[in-house]
């Protein structure tokens, strides 16, 4: 009988152990794999996620964990590994000055822009639980009731799976939205009382198409964005890591386009120099736009379902 119940107990996995191998392992894969630095003093953090993996493996030990992850099967386990290891801290209008320029500044001419029928574009890289792309969604709507019978679409992504899952439920409870205007929490939520959470409505939701995306990875668009948020991404980046993004989103930027970054960020002129600062942590893409239309990916024409 007592070995039935011995059986029957969870397995139990130290997460305040450490060990100096397996932490430098999951900090290479982390930063081989997704750009992640992961300083030392983070130890006890990647521990402790990682203890969570462990029990849902029903693994014994991190070292049988990192076999799993070096191996040829380990492919999914080291996206779940990327998975736990990112920071998802966002909400509803995150650093509100951004979209204090984005409703002032921005959405009148490229509101003018759809209205002569053509394509508005806005990317949200690392979108996290989908607060960002849905707070651009919702300010759009409310400057441009008409929005959705134009061609302005906003793309966003994150390396993260099941985030972007909880981003396309578009489900969040009732304090997330204190941020936002009572209008808003009025015109493009509707309360689920059963789950205490309110759904954002599916006018908001057509607006936004939700993608994985690995920033380290090939990008795979070719047409260019008028607005980018990447905001307390690249943070978590080494700065050789950052000085090969910004070279990047800067040619993902439309000529005249704008780029959000966090508050801890900055872009320096010599790493992308037509990325001028007019704005708190706000760039504008200098340049004469081309005539020539990019291609374009199929999101473009809204949205797959």
Known sequence: MSDQIA???PIRCSVQSFDEDVFTLVAKIA???????????????????????????????YRSYCDLLESE????ERRQ???????????FLREAHHFVKLENDILPDLIQRAKKGQRVRIWSAGCSSGEE?????????????????????????DIDLPILETARSGLYPES???PLPTTWQRDFFCAIPEQAHFQISDMVKQMVAFRELNLMDAWPFSGQFDVIFCRNVVIYFSQA??????????????????????HSERIEHHNA?????????????????????????????GPSR
Request: hydrophobic letters at 40%; glycine letters at 8%.
């Open 133 to 157: 792309p849905y707070s651009a969604a919702m300010a759009i709507l409310s400057a441009f009731p008409n929005a959705s019978s134009h061609d302005i679409r906003i793309l966003a992504t």
């Open 7 to 9: 059986s029957q107990r």
């Open 176 to 178: 997330s939205l204190k």
């Open 73 to 76: 099967e380990g492919h999914w």
């Open 241 to 262: 890591t950052q000085y090969q993004l910004w070279p990047r989103f800067e040619a993902a930027c439309r000529p005249g386009g704008t780029i959000f970054v966090g």
């Open 31 to 61: 930063h081989e794999h997704a750009g992640l630095l992961i300083p030392r003093e983070k130890a006890s953090m990647v521990f402790s996620r990682m203890g969570k993996r462990l029990k849902a493996l029903s693994i014994s030990d």
């Open 273 to 301: 120099p037509s990325f001028n600062m007019v704005g708190q942590t706000t760039y504008k893409r200098q340049g004469l736009e081309k005539s020539s239309q990019m291609a374009q990916r199929k999101w473009s024409n």
């Open 81 to 91: 590994l990327i998975s736990i290891l990112t920071t998802n801290v966002t909400g």
